[in-house]
Structures are given as C-alpha cells and as structure tokens.
Antibody
Framework: QVQLVQSGGEVKKPGASVKVSCKAS????????ISWVRQAPGQGLEWMGW????????NYAQKLQGRVTVTTDTSTSTAYMELRSLRSDDTALYYC?????????????WGQGTLVTVSS | QSVLTQPPSVSGAPGQRVTISCTGS?????????VHWYQQLPGTAPKRLIY???NRPSGVPDRFSGSKSGTSASLAITGLQAEDEADYYC???????????FGTGTKVTVL
C-alpha cells in the first residue's frame, strides 16, 4: 500500500533552516509528483510547492519563493523540503503529499505531518 | 488570504443533508482544471474526499458528492453521521498565480 512517512518534529531558532524528509513506499516514486503543504496552529492548509516526478521541475508558492526548496533522492524514494530564514510564523505542521494538485487526481496520499516549531 | 472562499462552519442533525460552497474566480475554479476536496478529522492529516469535481476515491462513502458550476464548487454530505465532524477544504489550481490554492476551510458540526 502507498505510504508516505515523514521525519520527526523539529525545534529551530529564528533565522535557521529546517529540512523535512518524506519517504515513499508502495509505488514507483518517479511516476508521481510530490507536493508540500503546511498548516499553522489552528489555521487552514497552505500549499508550499511541488516537484515533478517526470522531469524534476519545481513550482513554489510566490509567498515562499527564495526560501523553500523541494528535492528528491530517487535512490531512496525520499523527498525533502528545506525552508530557510525561519520566522516564528513558519511554526506549523508540514505535510508531504503525492500529486501536484493540478493533476486530475489531486493530492491522493498524505504523510503524517512534521511539526516544526520556530522559537528563540 | 485564500482566493477560494468557504463558509467557516456548517452544522446539521444526524441524517440531514449539508452543503459546503467554495467560491473562486475564472482563474481557478473556472479554469479547465479539477476542483478537489479534502477531509481533515481532528488531529489527523487531510484525506482526499473528492477529485476532479465529482469523483469519489474507492472507500469514500457515496454520502459524499461534489459538483462544480462556473466559478463555484460544492461538497454535499447526505445522511450526516457523527464521524463526519471534521474540517473540509476545497483546492484548485490558479492559472493567474501559477500555483495551487486551498479554500479557507469549513468546520462541519453534527448536532
């Protein structure tokens, strides 16, 4: 069965960087896009960006341009999301999901989420 | 500030029908891409509920249905059950922004 398993929670200071991993299993990793979505405490879902499984192209939310990078390691079927210059309002649950959102199937499988806390 | 607007909350008694609207524009819901809906139960990751406007993944009860007309989409829940208490989000691709957008989210309460 399809599974996306994310790395554990992180506590970071303002200005630092965080890198969250998402290990996929149960499907051919390269055949699907990977998206990242975050959710601040008590707030709604915010799309961050995605990486094409077909050609490795990326697309990021304008709000996060320049601070976020999504990469993959196809040898381990793992996706990564790095967020730099962290601020307190980056405190959120970060989810990886299979798909690009613009694809006909939407985001069909989700990871369990990784809590990133930014605090001095 | 999301470009897709949903009512903050809807409620209904068990067995009733409730609908959740998702209002956008010609660059997102009105664009030739599908609208998707997600259910987020308390303390859990979102789960895909409806894809490409009207399609239900296997395992999703047929009490859930989606529709789209012009620049709006709707999710209907018929025969409301206690386990349907959750937050629901619509999602679409915005051709003007060049990115995916989520709705503001709707909390469904079963009275």
């Amino acid at each position: 069965q399809v599974q996306l398993v994310q790395s554990g929670g992180e506590v970071k200071k303002p200005g630092a960087s965080v890198k969250v991993s998402c290990k996929a299993s149960g499907y051919t990793f390269n055949n699907y896009d990977i998206s990242w979505v975050r959710q601040a405490p008590g707030q709604g879902l915010e799309w961050m960006g995605w990486l094409s499984g077909y050609n490795g192209n990326t697309n990021y939310a304008q709000k996060l341009q320049g601070r976020v990078t999504v990469t993959t390691d196809t040898s381990t079927s793992t996706a990564y999301m790095e967020l730099r210059s962290l601020r307190s309002d980056d405190t959120a649950l970060y989810y990886c999901a299979r798909g690009s959102g613009s694809s006909p199937q939407g985001l069909d499988y989700w990871g369990q989420g990784t809590l990133v806390t930014v605090s001095s | 500030q999301s470009v897709l607007t949903q009512p903050p909350s809807v409620s209904g008694a068990p067995g009733q029908r409730v609908t959740i609207s998702c209002t956008g524009s010609s660059s997102n819901i009105g664009a030739p891409y599908g609208v998707h809906w997600y259910q987020q139960l308390p303390g859990t990751a979102p789960k895909r509920l409806i894809y490409s406007n009207t399609n239900r993944p296997s395992g999703v009860p047929d009490r859930f249905s989606g529709s789209k007309s012009g620049t709006s989409a709707s999710l209907a829940i018929t025969g409301l059950q206690a386990e349907d208490e959750a937050d629901y989000y619509c999602q679409a691709y915005d051709t003007s922004l060049g990115e995916n957008v989520f709705g503001t989210g709707t909390k469904v309460t079963v009275l």
